[in-house]
């Protein structure tokens, strides 16, 4: 029932752009704060940005700070990541995922994820 499917991903070349969408269904998109999260091969999953659930703030890992933007559309249950000035360190499988604001217990949810890669 709960879907978060991820979409826009593929291979671009160093200092390219890509623009990644995850849309929402089965749930209260509005009530929930929205995060893209990211794997690389051999390492951990780490969030790279998050918003709340209003869009009121947003946050960013350091390493992707001022070159990513996360962004949302609650009329659209979508969640965007507008990724500038890629690099190869970058490449990895991307994921959406969705946490009711009041916490995890009233919602937890992962999408499938989409693979980036950066290369020339």
């Known amino acids: 029932q709960v879907q978060l499917v991820e979409s826009g991903g593929g291979l671009v070349q160093p200092g390219g752009s890509l623009r990644l969408s995850c849309a929402a269904s089965?749930?209260?998109?509005?009530?929930?704060?929205m995060s893209w999260y990211r794997q690389a091969p051999g390492k951990e999953r780490d969030m790279v940005a998050r918003?709340?659930?209003?869009?009121?703030?947003?946050n960013y890992a350091d390493s992707v700070k001022g070159r990513f933007t996360i962004s949302r559309d609650n009329a659209k249950n979508t969640v965007y990541l507008q990724m500038n000035s890629l690099k190869p360190e970058d490449t990895a499988v991307y994921y959406c995922?969705?946490?009711?604001?009041?916490?995890?217990?009233?919602?937890?949810?992962w999408g499938q994820g989409t693979q980036v890669t950066v290369s020339s």
């Open positions: 089965g749930f209260t998109f509005r009530s929930y704060r």
């Open positions: 995922n969705a946490v009711h604001y009041r916490g995890s217990a009233l919602g937890d949810y």
């Open positions: 918003i709340t659930s209003n869009g009121g703030s947003t």
